[in-house]
Structures are given as C-alpha cells and as structure tokens.
C-alpha cells in the first residue's frame, strides 16, 4: 500500500450511524432457539410462576397449621404430574417430589427422612412453618416482571430462566445479513492439499485466513450477524465491482479484506463510494468504510490482526448499531473483584451484576432464591471458593452480557 | 432430592484423575481445521519464513547500496508471483507491491511515492538503508521456533499465525466423545409448538434446558469435546441403565442430568456406581461422579444453573485432563491493567501475555514485528486508545487463552 494521508480518528465511526438502515423486521422465534439472537421487545411474565405451592424437597405435603402431628397417606404428586383433583382434608398428607405442585390444602412440604412413617400413616414430630420446604406461588417470578429488555442479545442463560417459568417463545429481529469478500491475487483458499499448500506459501502465495479470521470474530462475538457468503476473488477489479454490487443487493452489509490501501490493485478506492478513508490506527490504517443506499461497506486490510482490528475498531459499531443491540452477549472467565462478603462453608455459585470500575471488574451479588430464574441485570455467575468470599477478594466469573461500555 | 449426608469436598475431584482414560489416539489435520483441537506434539517452525526478503510497502525494489541513484525498471513482483528467474543488476529496479518477495539483487523498498519517475527510468533522492522497507528473511519465523506448545488448545489466532508461516497442518488429540442423558417423567423435549410447551409448563411439566444448557457450556468452552448424542428420558430407570451402558461402550465419558440424589426416581444411585456421591457445592450437592473402566460417569442435578456448576467444578477438570489440556480456550473482552507505557498517537491493538496478580488481570505487551504472527506466550490482544496507554491504566483486552489458574 502507500502511505494513505488525512486519516480520520477512530471516533469518527460515530458519524457513520445514522447513514445505515437499522434492521426493523422482527420474528417471533421458540425460546430454544433465541440465543444469539436481539429480543425486539420486553420480554414481560405472562403469569405468576410458579402458578401453585411448588415442592423444593422430596416429601409429605402437608397444611402447616397442623405440624407436629400425624397425617394419613392419600395419594402422591410426582414432578410434572398436574394433580389439581388431589385435595388434601383434615389429617390428610401426600407424597411429592421435588418440582412437584402440591395439591390444594397443603402448604408445606417435610422432608422425607425428617418424617417417620408408621403404616399408612405419617408422624411430624416438629412444627413445619408455610412455605418450609416449598417455592411459593410466584416466587420464581411476578407477573408483570420484565425478564429481558429490548436490545438485549439473548443468552443460553436467558433460554434456561425463560422456559423455567413457561416463557417459550418470544419477538426478536431477524439477523443481519453480511457478505465478505476476500480479495488478491496471491489468495489459496481452503480445502486444498495441506503439503501442496505449504510449498505454495514458500513460492509467495497466501493461504485465506484473513476473511476466514474475520468470520469467526463475528460469528463468535455477534451472532445476531449471519455470515451469509464468503467470496474469495482475485484482483481483476470488474470481478469484485460485480460481486460488491451483487452483494449490495443481497444483503445489508459487506466487507472487503486486502485491496483497502490506494495503490493500484486497491479495490476500495477504484470503487468510488468515498466514505472514511483511513483511521488514525496501528495497524489497520488503510480500514475504510463507504455507505451506499444505508448499507455499509467495509474495506478491510488484507492482514489478519490488522484486518481484527478493524472490524472491533469500526465495523463492529456499525453491525451493533444496525441490529439494534443495546446489550450484547458476554463470554468467558474473567477475574473481578467481589463487592460484598459471601458467607458460606461449601463452594458456590452465585448470579452477579458486573461493573467496570477504577481498577477493574466488580462483581457484586444478586439475591435470587431460585437457582436459574434469569434476572436482567445479571451479567455472570460467579464461583464462591469454599468458606466464602470477602469483600475486595478476586473471584472468578463466567459472563454472560458485554462488559464493554459504550 | 432428600438431604444427603457424607458430602465430599469439591476438591477432591482430584482423586479421580488417575482413575479415568487420557486420550491417546493423534490424528493429522489441516491447520484450518484445527481451531478447538489439543495440539498433540510441539509446533515447530520446519524454516525461516519468509525464505526471502518481503517487500512491506508497494515500490521499487532496489540495493541499498546504490541509494540515492537512478534506476531502471526491469520488471514487476505482484504478491503471490515467484519470480526467482528475475536478478537486478547494477542500476536496476523492480516493481514489487506489499507481500512480494523481492527479486534477487534487491534488499529495500522505495515507497513508490517517494521516488520519481522519469520515462523508464525511477529517480530516488535519499539514502534507503537495508531492509528499509522490507520484512528480511526470517523475520516472522526462524526454522526451529516454537510456535504452539503440546497440550495447548489451538484458537483461530493461531491457525492465521501458523499459516502465515507455510505451516498447514498439526497432530492433534481425537475429540473426547461425551454422552449425555437427560432423565425426568416431566422432562418435555423441544421441537415441539411453543404454545403447547407454555400450556404444559403451566401444567407442571418442565421444557428441557438442564441438558441444553450443559451441552452449550461444553461446546462452547471444551470444543476439543463432542457431544456425540444426547437422550432425553423418562423415569424408567431400565431404560436409563440401558442407555448408561451403550454410551459407556460408545463414548469416552457419560453425564446423567437429573435424579442425581438419594431418592426413589434418582438413577445415579441406583446405577451402583459407587464413585463420589455428592460434593459440598451449593447449588449442586448430589453432583456424583463415578469411574467405570476408565470412563467417568457423571450425575449432575435437574436444575440448570446446579447442573452447571457441577460441570464447572467437577465435570469440566475431568475431561479437560482426559483430553490433555494443558492451556484451554481463551474467550470475550477482558477488562487488564497494563503493565508497561504503551506510547503512539494512534489506536492500536497490542499482542499481549496475561497473567492474574493481585486485584484482578494483569496484561503485558509483547513486542512482535510481524502483524498476525503467533507466540505461544502471548494470551490476547488489548485496545490500546489513542494517545497511548499509561503503565497501570486498564485496557480492553481480547482473551484467546483460558486465564484460570490450575
């Protein structure tokens, strides 16, 4: 390339927003398959859940009032049984398991190893207090709740809270679709002999990965975007004019990796479409973006990490913007400093709400009684060592939404 | 579940790694193909790359020496084209655009901008040292080099690092073959029609995610692990011995979600397994984990987040030594304190080696001439912002190791 000169700063992306079209078109999809995936509206409970007393234990279902005392055996409700014929009279208990609703009349559950049975009778020796034993009505979630907020890219963890408490479907946007083209004359693209390959890189050709590099970020880190085709084309210039105008058509977005610099063989610029040309970053300097009809196109390096570069620089702002996400997905373990203490003799996990502060990650705790109700301003799930955690201790935290600011 | 009693401390989860089968078995594969896998022997470098001086810039490949001068243009080097046949001679220059390898004769690049052309012939003004403007033989890579160490779980960035250097393909372990099996009579199992499934859960029954939400933690993190079937069944405990033994004959390792505990319905105990029942982890307490010739059968709890961190306590070291992992999946934006001056007016993007000190991720650049080339020390690369970033300062980094100790 040639040395590229007026280049813009990076934080000039920003006037590229409101020139693209922002996908509009929402489709209602099953909860299974809604990870990856933008929520297009509040995902608000429909309902109390759960709906009845349910069971957190494995025992006799029992009316509280009535412990300590002896109760006779007059049925069992095992989990996703719906006995709603079962009612339990004066005296009367039923076996359930744990998940299991328990039938109208009771609203305890004992244990089974804190009872003793005595033929067809139970004796409760202590008092059982409401609700011992038992997630109450509603205590998974309230009506009315917002589960997830618009803008919000769906998570496996969101999935496994919503289908928990009868959420099985909800609005998302359909995905932005994408095109790349990889450019150069030097390009061998895979799947080819891997010993004919190697001798071809010694005499000066270029095994594609840098396209290849590029689909995987995106795939992996926005997957709301779908990759729909990947071109690998030399550099006769009316053949990538064809493909670029093609894929305009097509689709909402394209990248073009190798070719952005302005040199001869350089297709960005023999394109015409004027836009950025060129950030003030190392590397990646010749990045360029062009909107044509509310549809980016990217010119990428054709360098790996300098073409990565780009697309965390600028392309990944604009796609975001686009798919209308106000929320994106979190991955990995990270380190964070925990912002209360955790009391505890066993190693636990707990849900968390992560913030970027002087210094770091902090994770602090959020109370859920429930072990996967989905919470929206959860972000991760932390690891508690056995014996807990202090306030200011490091904790390791798989997390589920961007910590990325802004 | 009824309360278990005799719980083993999540550390001991160590006593079963000798008991369980390593994988042995190395295949050859593509490096294209290679992300996710375990590199089975160390990646050397076979020979310096590139075997010749590379232009870094489009120009005119002449000697140094003969700088400033007049040259003659005897011909043209477009990236990708082997032109060994073309030698300067005194007072002559070839064009050569940016991955080119020079022709003989020539050790520097003069930016096409800075010479002037004058008919055939290319006026350079100014002295251009050796290798101005070049990336000289070996540069990337010296032969012998160690590029990705046995052990190391191989990331996209490593695949482009390796191919950029003519290496194509690597010995890696055989995935880990895993079962798993999802048991409960109010399990319902998608596809069916969302609407239904939201009456049904309403009803008492439970949309299986427990298994879903495992099977995604597994792919998405322990991708040299494939999940080679998944069954969802009910309380029969026959048909879920039955399906415990065919996997146990069929996969390497088999995890069991649901009827983890102690009570009639639970299968894990009733398998006779032996093993360790039960972990003091909360959520999660009837985790198990048996080995039966080798091969670790697992029992993780129904509920979805305590089925996680039994896989993330109990499951996942497991089968990362099964699989030979020494240096898992790196994944998502991190939040690092650098830990030296990284000066420059433009944005950048470093490649960086992470390491956790105290109060959270310490990330320290490494220095790498060439833009996608691979370290086996380096863990990600950080955002440095315009202006540069300041020792102490925290930075975004992209991770692509696993950053958990131990």
Known sequence: MRYLTGLNPVSKVADILPQVKRVEEVE??????AAGRVAARDVVAPHDYPPYPR???????????ETPGRFKLVGAVLVGQYRRDLVLGRGEAAYVTVGA???E????VVPEEAARKEGELVAVE?????YANVDPPGSYVRKGTVLLRQGTVVTPFDVVGLLDVGITSLYVYRKLRLGIIATGDELVAPPIDPEVAAELVMRGRVIESTASLVSWYIQTYMPYVEVREKAVLGDRHEEVRAAVERFLQQYDAVVITGGAGPSEIDHFYKLGFGGLRGFRMKPGRPTSVAVVGGKPVFGLSGYPISALHGVVRIVEPVLRHMANVARGLGHGWHYAVITQDVQGEMAQIVRVRLEVGEGGLQATPIKTRHHSFTDPDACGVALVPPGGAKRGDVVLVLAYRDLRRG
């Open 28 to 33: 209602k999809v099953a909860a299974w398959d």
């Open 105 to 108: 009349g009771a609203d305890a």
């Open 55 to 65: 069971a957190a234990y494995d025992g006799y279902a029992v009316s509280s009032e």
């Open 101 to 103: 609703f328990l039938p």
């Open 126 to 130: 202590r008092r059982f207090e409401k």
